[in-house]
Every structure is written in structure tokens, then in C-alpha cells.
């Protein structure tokens, strides 16, 4: 059990640019959280995956937000035509699916947008 | 809507001292309650959950929390802080279609002085 990865831990971009992230859940779990946290609150649900299955996405998600798990296994989050209101950490949790199901969190990738 | 108030957005304790942090939570239903624990450069760590049966709930590293639904409160506690707990920490409640989107609240960031 290594954890749940985020790659880059760091992103500096420019307004208007394109951004990806990566998470890579813990290997077993089959339910994939992204989450949004901006300075001085705590982190807002943004959508989240069952295996490959897209089931639920926040009305934070605006439609320059896409986020893909292909094989049910890594998940990447895309920000198009980023703004400086997207500057925030973005984290990614996973879980096992059942009664007792718990988050695992990664350290997050910083995004600061310029 | 689910919602979580944290009303202290920082409190500080002597080391030794015992601790309190307080959360307030709205929801239709039968609440899922967590708290987290985040310390800089780390990820969010669960420190104990209440999903349903004994409302005083035990969790890692010495905390302890109670559900009162009367007062739609679930407060964090330690005995005895250590320095190493200086941290912010993290109230929220899940939803019942899944226990991984969780509504948090805006954190209180714990001070421990030596």
C-alpha cells in the first residue's frame, strides 16, 4: 500500500492556459474523490468515479473542468482556459466501496494561477 | 442541503491540556460524521467516524468524539494534547448515497504551545 499519488505537487500556470492533473488511487480501491480546497477552508467535493463511471459531479464542476478514469485506475482532472479563481489545492481520495468505506487522501497538487 | 460549522477558526492549548473542538452539522437524515486531521504537506488523515450505535466514538492518537443529534453537534476531544497535534482539523458529514462525498467545514487550526 503506497498511498494515493498526485502528480504534480506544484502548478504554476498562466491565465488562459490548460492544466492536467494525475492521481493514482490506492491500488484495490475502486471509488476515485476529487476534491477542492482554497485557502482557509475545507475541501469542497468536486466529483467522484466508481471504477471508469463518472457517478456524480458538483455544480462547482464547470463545464472547463473534465475529469476521466480510464480503467478504472488512474484519474486525471483537466482545467481548460484556467482563471484565477481556480487557484486552490486540488486533492484526490480513494476508497473501497461498502458500510464501512473510507477516504484515503493524497497530498494534493497546488495550482496557482498567474 | 448538508452543511458544517466549525465556529473556532483557531484555538490554541498548552501542552497537557485538554482540548475541545467543536462542530455543528445540518442534514435530513442520519448524519455520517467524520473528523480529519491535516497537517502541512500531508495529506487528510481520518481521525474517527460515527456512523451509527455508541455516540461517543473513539479514534487515533488519543481523540475521542460525541454525537449529541439533540444539539446536532459532534465534538472532537483529547485528554491530554501533545505538540505533535498541532495541526488543522476538519468536521464533515457524508451523504448516505456515498460516504466518500463528505461536506466539510472551514477547519480549526490547533495551536499547541510547550
Known amino acids: 500500500d503506497t498511498g494515493v499519488s498526485q502528480d504534480p505537487r506544484h502548478k504554476i500556470t498562466k491565465r488562459g492556459q490548460n492544466v492536467t492533473f494525475r492521481c493514482d488511487p490506492i491500488?484495490?480501491?475502486?471509488?476515485l474523490y476529487w476534491y477542492r480546497q482554497t485557502l482557509g477552508q475545507g475541501p469542497e467535493f468536486l466529483t467522484y468515479?466508481?471504477?471508469?463511471?463518472?457517478?456524480?459531479k458538483s455544480r462547482l464542476l464547470s463545464d472547463r473542468f473534465s475529469a476521466e478514469r480510464p480503467k478504472g485506475s488512474f484519474s486525471t482532472l483537466e482545467i481548460q482556459r484556467t482563471e484565477q479563481g481556480d487557484s486552490a489545492m486540488y486533492l484526490c481520495?480513494?476508497?473501497?466501496?461498502?458500510?464501512?468505506?473510507?477516504?484515503?487522501f493524497g497530498s494534493g497538487t497546488q495550482l496557482s494561477v498567474l | 442541503a448538508q452543511s458544517v460549522t466549525q465556529p473556532d477558526i483557531h484555538i490554541t492549548v498548552s501542552e497537557g491540556a485538554s482540548l475541545e473542538l467543536r462542530c455543528n452539522y445540518s442534514?435530513?437524515?442520519?448524519?455520517?460524521l467524520f473528523w480529519y486531521v491535516q497537517s502541512p504537506g500531508q495529506g487528510l488523515q481520518l481521525l474517527l467516524k460515527?456512523?451509527?450505535?455508541?455516540?461517543l466514538v473513539q479514534g487515533i492518537k488519543g481523540f475521542e468524539a460525541e454525537f449529541k443529534r439533540s444539539q446536532s453537534s459532534f465534538n472532537l476531544r483529547k485528554p491530554s494534547v501533545h505538540w505533535s497535534d498541532a495541526a488543522e482539523y476538519f468536521c464533515?458529514?457524508?451523504?448516505?448515497?456515498?460516504?466518500?462525498?463528505?461536506?466539510f467545514g472551514q477547519g480549526t487550526i490547533l495551536t499547541v504551545h510547550p
Open positions: 460515527y456512523f451509527s450505535g455508541d455516540t
Open positions: 481520495a480513494s476508497s473501497s466501496q461498502g458500510w464501512d468505506e473510507k477516504l484515503f
Open positions: 464533515a458529514v457524508g451523504a448516505s448515497t456515498s460516504y466518500g462525498k463528505l461536506t
Open positions: 491500488s484495490e480501491h475502486n471509488r
Open positions: 468515479f466508481q471504477n471508469e463511471a463518472q457517478l456524480e
Open positions: 442534514y435530513g437524515a442520519t448524519p455520517y
